[in-house]
């Protein structure tokens, strides 16, 4: 019998800033004793192992993204009317909102940006060239997603540093955090402003970006707050997460030198070792659903109305799907399906550019840095319940 070396109360508590240092004794302890376990301290479920969460993710009719995505939102929260996100939407309308705009996420569409990320990429490996040490994150991790998005909707280059600001303040206000809460909603209003002026100006000065792709279509299909809930959705999810995926595999290679000495000997195990990074960093840790009927799991009864909290990152951990040395990163392990991006209809729609993005980021790393290391323990971890990332990671380019 396995022993539990959690007391009860403290079997599954939300993770942010700190406390996200080492989530995974955490997890492996929900898996093995405890995988659907009763939150009674804020009234929600966890379900922590694979099949589990990766059934629960491809079943909209049961599971509903339309209450929010937060073991905190209520119904209430979310009449928005024609800007709600394509996230917090269920079939059919979640359908119909992500054929209109898929073209838009196509991996060949993704890989139209690539000398572009890699003109970025190799302007930023340039500038860290001069240095001894650096904040990765702040030189490289944070303002790539954030030119990658910026290109996506056409942003000015100038206006670039606005959406990190804003993205840290909206998942910071995830946090049960009233001033963090505030900040959070300031944050919407202002990107909602600026959409709305960029909206107006891109009618009369079209591009080719995403913004100007939607309004061709017109508004009788596409409404102008239809356009601002994209936008939402691709700010807030596409930058942090990119962040946590770089930072985690950081240090995922500065600990386990000798993947990393794989990757250096031939460097075409890097797609693979993408996967597998995706794997272990997950950096979408966890998001919930509402039950819309009642449910049973592992003998437990789920009334209708119940909140459930997916936990992607301890599913990636399963060693029900991904064996005994599941724990362990391995860049050849043979991957048939990981939920780092998600499953079924809400599958992310950025996940080609961001494995693009992170495959070159971490190509050029290694190319020019081939004896790099992290410092992990000096490192900091983002405020905010869902997506676990560094805020601050030393780099240094030789040992």
Known sequence: MRISFYMDENIFKPRSGESWR????MYENLRSNHPAYFVEDGSYWVFSRFQDVFNAARNPEIFSSQYGLTIEHNPSDLELGDATPIVFLDPPEHTQFRRIISKGF??????EMTQDIHSFVSDAIDAIKEMESCDIIAELFKP??????????????????????????????????GDAENTGLDAISELTNYFSEMISW?????GDDLISQLLEIGEERVSIMWILG?????????????????????????????????????????????????????????????????????????????????????????EREFGNNSENLNIKRKINQILSFGS??????????????????????LINFPNFYVDESSSEYAAGNYVRRHTYLPFHSSA
């Open 22 to 25: 080492n989530p995974y004794p």
């Open 106 to 111: 196509t991996p060949r569409k993704a890989n």
């Open 144 to 177: 790539l997603p954030s030119f990658v998005v910026s290109k996506y909707l056409g942003v000015p280059k100038s206006d670039r540093k606005n959406f990190d600001t804003w993205t840290e303040k909206i998942v910071a206000g995830a946090v049960h955090n």
């Open 202 to 206: 891109r009618k009369k000065n079209p």
């Open 230 to 318: 994209l936008a939402f959705t691709m700010i807030t999810g596409g930058n942090d997460t990119t962040t946590g995926l770089l930072g985690g595999s950081a240090v995922l290679l500065t600990e386990n030198q000798k993947q990393k000495e794989l990757l250096l000997k031939d460097l075409q195990l890097l797609p693979g070792a993408v996967e597998e990074l995706l794997r272990m960093t997950s950096p979408v840790q966890n998001l919930s659903r509402v039950l819309v009927q009642d449910f049973e799991l592992h003998g437990k009864r789920i009334p209708a109305g119940s909140r459930v909290l997916l936990s992607y990152a301890s599913a990636n951990r399963d």
């Open 344 to 365: 079924g209809s809400h599958f992310c729609l950025g996940a080609s550019i961001a494995r693009l993005q992170s495959s070159i980021a971490l190509k050029e790393i």
